[in-house]
């Protein structure tokens, strides 16, 4: 396993198996085309 995914790798899988999703959001921009609405990168959904 490579290093960056050394933590998020094993978390994902867990939180994948108490039937939630998830979404990476890395490259998201704030303005019209978000999808989260969210203002700012700050604020956690």
């Keep these: ?3 960056t995914g050394f933590i998020e790798r094993p978390a994902l899988g867990l939180v994948a198996k108490q039937g939630w999703s998830t979404v990476s959001r890395l490259e998201e ?13 700050r604020e956690l959904v």
């Design 29 to 41: 921009t704030s303005g019209a085309t978000v999808t989260l609405l969210r203002e700012t990168k």
């Design 1 to 3: 396993m490579e290093r």
